[in-house]
């Protein structure tokens, strides 16, 4: 559901002459996330984090114009795939994208899984994806958590607000990403996400390794995360 806030730019969209600025200025007033009541909306959800490696150095030595030239074709093509596969996207955090698979009715006994599968589906479409066009990039990595406690929250003020995501799952989607460069994986996932990929894709081998301490869930406990490489 696409909600339109009231308009805090009207001055600026009046003087811009570009249809190009226009449309940006317009976009930065939508969201995709539905519209709760309260200051925030329960969102069960799959948090997934799409990282290109590589990225800062191919700014450096290409400048920020080239860089969005030859990786404009390549986040529409993903964007496709995420949303083809019930995802939505919370974000591009210029060189990735944060997104999510909701858990439509987290009452449903199979609600989680389900939305957890959606997640799996679009990872590995996505890495068939640029696994058959390696041209494209130097390289990427995926994470992605489970998490019945996220929230989506409203924040901000009249002249910009926006959706962000807290929860123990979007805190582990966006930091395991170091783990997974460290152990040489392409695919990091908790061991709830884990349960439902083995399922879908028995014949693909995991790793297993120990979750961090400060992105467990609770201190002192044993908590693993698995790789694919």
């Not at 990427?140 to 962000?164: C, V």
Request: some cysteine.
């Amino acid at each position: 559901m696409i909600k339109m806030k009231p308009c805090s730019y009207e001055f600026l969209l009046d003087i811009k002459t570009s249809s190009n600025e226009r449309v940006i200025l317009e976009h930065l007033l939508r969201s995709d996330l539905p519209v709760g009541e309260g200051e925030y909306l329960n969102l069960s959800a799959a948090t997934m984090v799409f990282d290109l490696a590589g990225s800062s150095l191919s700014i450096r030595e290409r400048g920020s114009k080239e860089y969005f030239k030859n990786h404009q074709n390549i986040f529409r093509n993903l964007t496709k795939i995420i949303y083809d596969n019930h995802g939505i996207i919370e974000k591009f955090p210029g060189d990735g994208i944060s997104m999510h698979f909701v858990n439509a009715n987290s009452l449903e006994p199979f609600g989680a899984a389900n939305c957890v599968r959606n997640a799996v589906t679009a990872a590995t479409l996505i890495i068939d994806y640029l696994s058959q066009n390696e041209g494209l990039v130097s390289g990427f990595r995926l994470s992605l958590s489970y998490g019945d406690d996220t929230i989506a929250a409203l924040i901000g003020g009249f002249e910009h607000e926006e959706w962000i995501t807290i929860g123990h799952a979007v805190n582990v989607a966006h930091k395991l990403e170091k783990e997974i460069k460290a152990r040489g994986c392409i695919f990091g996932m908790d061991e709830r996400c884990h349960e439902v990929f083995t399922e879908v894709f028995c014949n693909t081998s995991t790793h297993c390794f120990e979750m961090p301490e400060e992105l467990k869930k609770q201190a002192s406990i044993e908590e693993f995360w698995y790789g694919v490489k």
